[in-house]
């Protein structure tokens, strides 16, 4: 008991005993007054002193969950070092680029520090330097000057990994839902269902046969993917637009459309995730022996061979390339003399289901004869699951563009992409475009 708790019930019992007394006084107007302002008096008191105990109570709580809270945050994601405002606004990518081609660290102390207390966290040693997750996520706003020179690229609060330069293919398996669990160390195992419990009819008195759930486990394990840009060094030094996250966006841009890639069509060997295409057990429609043009039974037919297994819940839609969609904007849906197409023109275009698109879907399949085909995937993203380890490793390598004065900038990801559950998706591997 403290201090303040002891004085509240020390006024509490000084007010109570001079209310009995009053009690025991012979009434009067005086009197009747008095008792009154007493007793609102040790209302007062008690209420106060009931405040302050549930307050002493909800600070003991806390004060023993916050280690435990503390733990939790770490070993969600180690690479999130907690950085106050002013050091992820001090923190800069091209500072610590410079330190790492010249070797010399002094003039980025904070960039080092940051990926000295990853690599600890992570317990091993970056290629080149660790990337904060801290940074990765802060909110910058662009200098304005020349439109062609930065002008276009001024936000009021832009996100640093979202900065767009060019046209890109769109990271649509994110988009789509799929589950990304961050700040993974080592490997880990997702269990899923693979049978369900039997139910009987029994006679009265009569015991059902015994059955019960089956249940395996799906394997993620750190694969690494890396991607490379060339800046020269005159770029290094100065510079019409930030190149903070000029770099930083290119790079991590990269590595997401191969992170999509794996997860559509990844083979599962040379250190490739299994992408979904490639994922034993997931629905078939076969347009042909050697393809097939889309058509309306195919699009239902991808739904119906999720469905079929129960899996048709969740996050579900279709993501295809843009040859597929140009395909049905031109196909009619029923019949020769249907004005409705296969491509609705609503939000939800296709099947009455979200689709997107993205050039990281394959169009270069063969069938039988035909060449040049196309996939069309439909399911249940939020059971893909996309697996990331530590942060962005940066490597910078002077070397090999050193006699045309440019410095090769490297930047690794470790990743893995697993499908929890067949079932919950199809895919057309055998569409015709042309």
């Known amino acids: 008991m403290n201090e303040l708790t002891r004085i509240y019930n020390t006024a509490c019992d000084a007010v109570q005993h001079a209310a009995e007394g009053i009690e025991k006084a012979d ?16 209302t007062e008191a008690t209420r106060c002193k009931n405040n302050l105990e549930a307050a002493q109570q909800a600070a003991q709580v806390r004060a023993q969950f916050k280690p435990l809270a503390s733990e939790t945050v770490n070993r969600a994601d180690p690479t999130v070092l907690g950085m106050e405002d002013r050091d992820i606004r001090r923190y800069s990518f091209l500072r610590a680029l410079r330190a790492a081609v010249s070797g010399d660290w002094s003039q980025a102390e904070l960039e080092r520090e940051a990926s000295d207390e990853i690599a600890k ?14 940074v990765q996520v802060e909110k910058r706003s662009l200098t304005k000057g020349v439109a062609t020179e930065g002008g276009f690229t001024v936000a009021t609060e832009l996100r640093a990994e979202s900065f767009i330069d060019m046209l890109r293919n769109r990271m649509v398996v994110r988009q789509a839902g799929a589950t ?24 009265e008195s009569a015991a059902p046969a015994g059955s019960r759930q089956a249940v395996d486990q799906v394997g993620l394990s750190p694969k690494t993917v890396g991607a490379w ?41 040379s250190n490739q995730p299994r992408g979904i295409a490639n994922t034993s057990g997931i629905g078939v429609v076969v347009g042909g022996a050697n393809g097939a043009v889309p058509t309306w039974a195919h699009v239902v037919g991808l739904e119906t061979a999720v469905a079929i297994l129960n899996a048709d819940v969740g996050r579900l839609s279709y993501i295809t390339n843009a040859r597929v969609r140009g ?19 609503n939000v939800s275009p296709l099947n009455g289901y979200p689709a997107h698109v993205t050039n990281q879907v394959a169009s270069n399949l063969t069938r039988g004869t035909g060449t040049g085909l196309s996939a069309i995937l439909f399911g249940n993203w939020a059971d893909l699951i996309i697996g990331q380890w530590g942060t962005l490793d940066i490597l910078v390598d002077p070397y090999t563009g050193g006699t045309s004065g440019t ?6 990801q470790d990743v893995d992409v697993a499908v929890r559950q067949p079932a919950s998706f199809s895919a057309m591997l055998d569409v015709i475009t042309t």
């Open 27 to 42: 009434a009067s107007a005086d009197m009747t007054q008095l008792r009154t302002a007493l007793n609102e008096a040790v």
């Open 121 to 134: 966290r992570l317990n091993r040693s970056p290629q080149g330097f660790f990337v904060p997750m801290d």
């Open 180 to 203: 990304v669990l961050t700040g993974l160390v080592g490997d880990i195992a997702v269990p899923r269902q693979t049978g369900g419990a039997t139910a009987f009819w029994v006679a």
């Open 229 to 269: 840009t060339d800046m020269s060094r005159k770029l290094l030094l100065q510079s019409s637009i930030d190149v903070d996250n000029f770099v930083r966006s290119d790079l991590a841009t990269a590595l997401a459309l191969a992170i999509d890639l794996a997860s559509l069509h990844g083979t599962g060997v």
């Open 327 to 345: 395909r049905m904007k031109q196909t009619q849906k029923l019949t020769t003399t249907d004005s409705v197409m296969l491509w609705d023109t």
């Open 407 to 412: 410095v090769r900038v490297v930047v690794f």
